[in-house]
């Protein structure tokens, strides 16, 4: 297996696809996704476009059928949730599906849809994707960070850093024999670093930070622990995990 990290979705080497490709967007789009799947959402359909969002749900039965959209961070005004993870309870998402659209999440989503296997991943369930890479042993595998409107962000580095982190621990690879690229080396570095106090490199984040002063500060200490959801949220069909 040979694992590269992208910052970015727009890093992404154009006209390639690898084996497996997961798509990161801790703070907060797929730490949402994976909370909806494990709170029994009948799916995630991710959509880039709010108009389109509306046309293809408008099809579903009001009563399955939840609109997420977030856009700056805020609630999309007429929407029935935003992007918080905290708000995708059991009594609200179970046997719905989810139709949503964030700045940054949906997009590295996009970026990565025609792989023949396709992930979100979060802290939150780092554990069961590291276990579908070591069951699946794909030959090459992306994590694509969503960053923040084409820019770097400490937050998802993080946890594709926790997620090569773990394949090492559980596996025969060395750090050099897994790595693809060099950001695989720096992303392990930054969360062997800051593995005991997550949130509070969060809140150095600037993401983290525009967070905090939208007051979701909860969604931060939700967002940043680890490996708490045992779930695997992987495409079925396209724009469809
Ligand atoms: O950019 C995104 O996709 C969002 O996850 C951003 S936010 O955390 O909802 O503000």
Known sequence: MKLFIYHTP?????????DCAIAVDVLRATSTIATVLASGGEAVQVFSDLEQLVAVSEKWPPEKRLRAGER????????????????????????????????????ALQRIEQSPSVLAAA??????????????????????GSGWEGTFSLEDTVCAGAIAHSLVEKSQ???????????????IALYSQWQNDLL??????????????????????????????????????????
């Open 10 to 18: 727009e890093l992404t080497p154009i006209g390639e696809t690898p």
């Open 72 to 107: 700056g961070g805020a609630k999309v005004a007429g929407f029935d949730l935003g992007n918080s993870p905290l708000d995708c309870t059991r009594e609200v998402v179970e046997g719905r599906r989810l139709f949503i659209s964030t700045t940054n999440g949906t997009r």
């Open 123 to 144: 802290l939150i369930n780092r554990a069961a994707v590291v276990q579908f890479l070591l069951d699946k042993q794909p030959e090459t595998v992306w994590i694509v």
């Open 173 to 187: 690879f060395s750090p050099v024999e897994l790595a693809g690229n060099d950001e695989v080396i720096s992303a």
């Open 200 to 241: 509070g490199l969060f809140h150095q984040a600037s993401h983290g930070q525009r967070l905090l002063r939208l007051e979701s500060h909860e969604d931060l200490e939700y967002c940043a622990q680890t490996d708490i959801l045992d779930v695997l949220p992987i495409q079925q069909e396209l724009g469809v995990l």
